[in-house]
């Protein structure tokens, strides 16, 4: 395998992460690529080992004013709710229709499993992938315009690439759900089906009368794979210990601390949204995507914080 | 990536699947690898969508006289009763103690569970990881003599290795332990933790009091993955249907199943246990491995039946 165009120390070409600033940032995550990758090294870490997870909402897509598949779910509501006219007077069903999303995010958990057992169950895994690839085909971002998938990170594209020609495998580790995410990761992110860890729900096998089986999304949720449900997703799913983990909030901490706990060179890294201008600025005090914890524990042991406003040049894919 | 040495329809050189005899399972698996791997045949499938899932015991290593989980469960209850004097008057554990396998195993998932709790539970995962790698190092089957993961089946080592050579991702999906599989799997069959399916149990994260996080087993169950299980297990961690599905009992009937439902060009393929002198002759009786209604389906619907005493020039690797 090709390794990555490197230079010497912590130093690579033009045509490394071009999206990325020169940088203590980007300096860092070439150096740590050298290290493992350099044959015959105390920091070599062979192939097989090179395990890399990453955080989906604000880490690889945007996830403001609200987390993608919540507006999927909101979306999908909306389209059932003439074949349920019992919503209308039923919350958070009420709160939905009425386009109060506020009332039903302050819901909490309670409003939202409701929501989550009508739109993400009660069909085959076909047919939910289905819904969520025609979603993506038509929603579009309420500030950007785009399609949600459109708004995914041009730095995190490249560094994912970047990574894989050194190596790595690039597993996704998200609170999203695990059949929402494997609708589109694969094309957008070069990350396949079985490289995905999410949440999850449970799943039926039923055999039909026509002799065809299929597999049925039931309400029950089987793991909610953030916070301290990452490092579980990691063990249950993927089964060793990463060497690289990236974050962009309190609720990939426990995942950034699994990953720092083991043994030989490590990577911790945190995106920081700090440009209002160019996707959104946010953390300690966010509703969506909040950043407190991890970002004081991040800059306490000399985690890589990524400042999305200084590092980047350019954010979201060119047109 | 180098193709599989292939000739004409269905014939394969000698250096191909060396312990296979010449005969239509051979001959069966080679013309599947040839039609799937043919750039611009209507059977071509892209490597991506080559995932190629096998059943553990009795498919890939023995799994008489009784499942060797439950061999390790078994000696690691004798380990641990010095420090469990109660157990010598419990059930389960007083059948074990007293060596009466046969009353244990009778008493079923009632007895069953018990055990799995004392001995897969109430550890860390690296500790059992440990626990499972010393038992594997020191255990002799009672027929053969050897280390467990010695009694694994050379032809199937042959066919993983070949379908890896013709791009397909192979991956376990057993009832087994997830994490007793990873201990020996990567090393005996060439396929890493992160594509190995079995059943899981709760796992817990905890922050220690030196700031060490842990990942603790807990009794609870969380996917037996086993018949129906099969096919949600490979929903859940694959994520894409398989297209060549190879068990050796009823518990994979609803994986074949699964895998025969998709489009395009499939294979299926039992293993059947027919060799007392090499290894074990048994099918639809059998408490452990019963092969009865899998094995219909199989015949009814022309899946591959590999007869180990016809197919199988070697059952074991060489010493």
């Known amino acids: 395998m090709a390794g990555p165009n490197l230079l010497s120390d912590g130093v690579a070409d033009a045509q490394t992460l071009p999206s990325w600033n020169e940088g203590p940032a980007k300096q860092a995550i070439v150096r740590f690529v050298r290290d493992v990758t350099t044959a015959g090294s105390p920091t070599f870490v062979p192939p097989a080992e090179r395990i890399a997870v990453f955080d989906n909402d604000g880490t690889l897509w945007a996830e403001q004013p609200i987390y993608f598949q919540f507006a999927f779910a909101l979306d999908r509501v909306k389209a059932m709710a003439p074949a349920h006219s019992e919503w209308k007077t039923t919350a958070p069903f009420n709160a939905i229709l009425s386009g109060d999303t506020k009332a039903f995010l302050a819901s909490g958990e309670k409003g939202l499993m409701?929501?989550?057992?009508?739109?993400?169950?009660?069909?085959?895994?076909?047919?939910?992938?289905?819904?969520?690839?025609?979603?993506?085909?038509?929603?579009?971002?309420?500030?950007?315009?785009?399609?949600?998938?459109?708004?995914?990170?041009?730095?995190?594209?490249?560094?994912?690439?970047?990574?894989?020609?050194?190596?790595?495998?690039?597993?996704?580790?998200?609170?999203?759900?695990?059949?929402?995410?494997?609708?589109?990761?694969?094309?957008?992110?070069?990350?396949?089906?079985?490289?995905?860890?999410?949440?999850?729900?449970q799943l039926e096998f039923r055999m039909g009368a026509d002799g065809k089986p299929a597999l049925v999304k039931l309400p029950q949720i089987d793991l909610v794979d953030d916070h301290a449900g990452k490092p579980v997703g990691i063990q249950r799913f993927i089964g060793r210990r990463p060497i690289l983990a990236f974050g962009n909030s309190d609720g990939d901490h426990e995942m950034l601390q699994w990953t720092a706990a083991g043994t030989g060179p490590r990577f911790m890294a945190i995106l920081h949204h700090t440009d209002a201008d160019r996707e959104y600025a946010y953390d300690r005090t966010s509703h969506v995507g909040k950043l407190d914890k991890a970002l004081d524990e991040a800059n306490a042991r000399g985690w890589t914080v990524v400042d999305m406003k200084r590092d980047w040049i350019r954010v979201f894919p060119r047109e």
């Open 114 to 201: 409701p929501v989550i057992a009508v739109t993400h169950a009660g069909m085959t895994t076909d047919e939910f992938a289905k819904a969520a690839a025609d979603w993506l085909a038509s929603a579009r971002h309420p500030r950007f315009k785009k399609p949600y998938n459109e708004l995914v990170y041009q730095p995190m594209l490249e560094l994912l690439e970047y990574l894989r020609a050194a190596g790595f495998k690039t597993f996704i580790v998200s609170g999203g759900g695990i059949e929402f995410m494997r609708v589109f990761a694969e094309k957008t992110y070069g990350i396949p089906p079985e490289q995905i860890v999410g949440s999850t729900g």
